[in-house]
């Protein structure tokens, strides 16, 4: 609690550079506002997962959502700018690609879903024209993490926001975590509330939708968090995860509170091993993780890590076989039963863009 209250205190003080920041974002947008900087449309449905905050709002498992759900019936792609990668420029993902050539979460979509093209590109302008090159059957195109890229204009933006962490309550880097103006979210069609409370009412649903103020035709979702069975990060095998079980939580993750509530709530005890988002892992770190795992002393242990660290740990295979080392899945659950809205309508947004072009 004391660390906590010291790092708002600090980021408090940080609020000229925080202003600055904001003066900053201001004019880019008014120039992309007034078309002073251009921006380009496509011939596609071009379909954007993002948010105003730094951290961790959804986006990853939003993007598998759609591939999912919608992946039967489009032939999709995903284009990402595979942050924290080794590489430059477009690459497409093929059997040799690893996370450190294009990056951790375009690396989980590429072994989710093998089938779907899946590119990383620093100029998305440049890199769409390439991915439909390698794969004209593309027939819709989800842009991971675009909101603020604004010289590519998407047909559909989709916003997420979390219930803990509002865009209206936020404020601007480096005091809060806002990296776009609030008043950005009007480039939204759709704004999604994601790590609701699974038992979130529709009388709390409805104050959350007035302090976001939608706009005439913007819709607003709300979504929780599931997690689902665990499996090892190697062979794959479902694991078992009781209330007996001593966890040794693995994350390199931007918010991992979500999952230490979840683990609170489904396992013994646990230990954490917390890393910056995004982090490649080194040989002294799996040392410590084994360390950490040895000086558990439940007879019912596991590491326990997400997926998008699970595609950073994976050249370590011969190392963690045969630990009980395993990767948790998760999705957004769609509250009040609207999955089906939502499908809908993104569904509808690429037939009827079809249909006009």
């Given at each position: 609690m004391f660390?906590?209250?010291?790092?708002?205190?600090?980021?408090?003080?940080?609020?000229?550079?925080?202003?600055?920041?904001?003066?900053?974002?201001?004019?880019?947008?008014?120039?992309?506002?007034k078309k002073i900087l251009g921006s380009a449309s496509f011939g596609l449905p071009l379909i954007c997962v993002g948010n105003l905050a730094i951290g961790g709002t959804g986006k990853s498992p939003m993007v598998e959502w759609l591939l999912t759900n919608l992946g039967n019936e489009f032939?999709?792609?995903?284009?990402?700018?595979?942050?924290?990668?080794?590489?430059?420029?477009?690459a497409l993902a093929n059997a040799s690609s690893t996370a450190l050539d294009i990056g951790d979460e375009p690396m989980q979509f590429h072994l989710k879903f093998p089938a779907v093209p899946v590119a990383v590109g620093e100029e998305r302008l440049q890199a769409i024209p390439q991915l439909l090159h390698d794969h004209p059957e593309t027939e819709a195109i989800i842009l991971d993490d675009a909101f603020q890229h604004r010289k590519v204009v998407a047909g559909l933006n989709i916003l997420l926001t979390e219930q803990s962490n509002l865009f209206r309550y936020d404020f601007y880097l480096p005091t809060g975590d806002l990296r776009d103006l609030k008043s950005s979210y009007r480039r939204a069609q759709?704004?999604?509330?994601?790590?609701?409370?699974?038992?979130?009412?529709k009388a709390e649903a409805a104050r959350i939708s007035k302090v976001i103020k939608p706009l005439p035709g913007q819709q607003v979702f709300f979504t929780s968090i599931s997690y689902g069975q665990p499996y090892h990060i190697i062979n794959k095998v479902s694991g078992i995860l009781n209330a007996d079980t001593e966890v040794l939580l693995l994350t390199g993750?931007?918010?991992?509170?979500?999952?230490?509530?979840?683990?609170?709530?489904?396992?013994?005890?646990?230990?954490?091993?917390?890393?910056?988002?995004?982090?490649?892992?080194?040989?002294?770190?799996?040392?410590?993780?084994r360390k950490k795992f040895h000086e558990l002393g439940g007879r019912d242990r596991i590491i326990l890590t997400t997926e998008k660290d699970a595609v950073r740990l994976e050249k370590f295979s011969t190392d963690i076989e045969q630990l009980p080392f395993y990767v948790i899945p998760v999705t957004h659950q769609f509250l009040f039963d609207r999955s089906g809205d939502f499908r809908s309508l993104v569904g509808d947004f690429i037939r009827n863009f079809k249909k006009k072009n």
């Open positions: 660390s906590n209250f010291f790092l708002r205190s600090f980021r408090i003080l940080l609020l000229p550079f925080a202003l600055l920041y904001w003066a900053g974002v201001a004019l880019r947008n008014f120039l992309y506002d032939r999709l792609a995903t284009l990402s700018r595979g942050y924290k990668r080794k590489t430059r420029g477009y759709v704004i999604i509330v994601t790590k609701c409370q699974p038992d979130l009412d993750i931007a918010n991992p509170k979500p999952l230490k509530k979840w683990l609170e709530d489904h396992c013994r005890t646990y230990q954490m091993i917390q890393y910056p988002d995004h982090h490649i892992f080194s040989i002294d770190d799996l040392k410590d993780i």
